[in-house]
């Protein structure tokens, strides 16, 4: 189908929430890559908006990504919008000058306001994150919006088809900047055309002629979103050959893997419950961990490709499946480096395993806020659509720094539960996006009645999000902080309780 909008990908780790965005206003859009973009702008396929994507590198640096050779700009056959590095990029190819100028760097929220009609807002908060600015306007183009420390911030062409911003309109700490890219769609001549229940259609039929329905196919199924709605997409079309399995790997939360098993029934798709939890235990816990130069990435990498992995290679042999299916979705592949130019962020237990069947990947050009949407129109009950996300390894991510072991487990997923439940009785479970509890590795002093302590401290950490690419910390009244802090300290083996009000960035959701 072709796309009225493509966002030209430098490497940003925004990009996603860009095309999120678009989404939300109604509109599809298409991903690709800076060094392969040129197929999508010669021929039939020319699009109505063009969007430039941030990234880390600097326009004027050697080897520097740069703009597509058949981007048109001269003859104008689609509006561009250059975001961030986008932006730089259009200044530097009309003349203007970018530079590094630590006093015009900005990362975070930053007050910004029009100085002409292209952007009628009033003043109002932006999100930064640059550290190059463009420092002299380009030829033909005019500065419309500014920072209160006089940065440029916004520019267009005198035709207003090619505009760049050096904030973030897609970040939803920039107060309109929906409004923003909604004016610039719409400017466009865009149609509003995403629909969820189309696209539900598209993707069975994707499938259907992509691969063989009448075989048998193995899916991963955890009990969360991207796992049901994946089964959800696929069990009318491939029905009994439609085969879940269940992995108890030992790093289920309390009531976890009786939940999953509730929720294959309700979907209606034949499974089996894998219990693997001593062989995880005994292989991650055997990763040395003091001289391992990212232990968190090792531990991730041990847990998809040498377990994960196994067991899929194993079921599938066993029932002869000739597909294994899983709910990858685009921000795994994003973090996993997997996505567009994106970089590393941290690997996904499901993402690069290079099985010898073929992989059914139904969503894994959505992220969590379209998965949420596909999954209400497939008719699955509210408490699976918007289920808090939980990593494939589970707990194991939940011991920060610190080795491994059954009782460490054990210990998070008591304290898991005990704040859960404390959560619940506030009626605050359904304001929190995620909820984190971790077991950081660090011993530190504390008293328990009239003794010295040596311990670890539980950390805390609960954000609100729509897409879980940026995150804000959600803050706790103190009657809640001193009832879970109250509760934490009298397990065997926490010293103190620690409260995580980071946002992300700078920090993941996750700690590992």
Known sequence: MKKQIIIIDYGSQYTLLIARTILELG?????????????????NHLPKFVILSGGD?????????TLPEDLELTGKPYHVLGVCYG???LAHNFGGKVERDSNKSGYGPETIYSISDQNPYPESTAWMSHGDSVTVMPNGFYNH???????????TNESKTITGVQFHPEVSQTVYGKEFLKQLIVNAGCIPDWNPEEIIQQKRDEISKKYDISKKVLLGLSGGVDSSVTAALLAPLFGENLHAIIIDHGGLRQGERDEAIAIATELGVSFEVVDL??????????????????????MRKVF???????IFEQKSIEIGASYIAQGTNAADLTESGKKGNSALIKSHHNVNLQFSLPEILPIDDLYKYQIR??????????EIYNREPFPGPGLYLRIADAQVTRERLELVRQADHIVRSILRAHGLVEHISQLV?????????????DERAYDMPISIRAVVTTDFMTVEPFFFEKNVIQEITSKLTKIPGVSRVMFDYTPKPPGTTEYQ
């Open 27 to 43: 509109y599809n859009c298409h991903v690709v890559s800076y060094d392969e973009a040129s197929q999508f702008l010669t021929g």
């Open 57 to 65: 590198k600097s326009v004027y640096a050697p080897g520097a990504p």
């Open 87 to 89: 932006m730089q990029l």
């Open 145 to 155: 919006i500014i920072t209160l420390d006089g940065t440029i911030a916004g520019i």
């Open 277 to 298: 939890a001593d062989e995880f235990i005994a292989k991650i816990s055997a990763i040395d961990r003091t001289n391992s130069q990212d232990y968190a990435e090792d």
């Open 304 to 310: 998809g490709k040498d377990l994960y992995k196994k």
């Open 373 to 382: 949407q596909i999954g209400k129109d497939l008719g699955l009950p509210e």
């Open 437 to 449: 509890i971790a077991l950081l590795g660090c011993r530190v002093v504390g008293v328990r009645g």
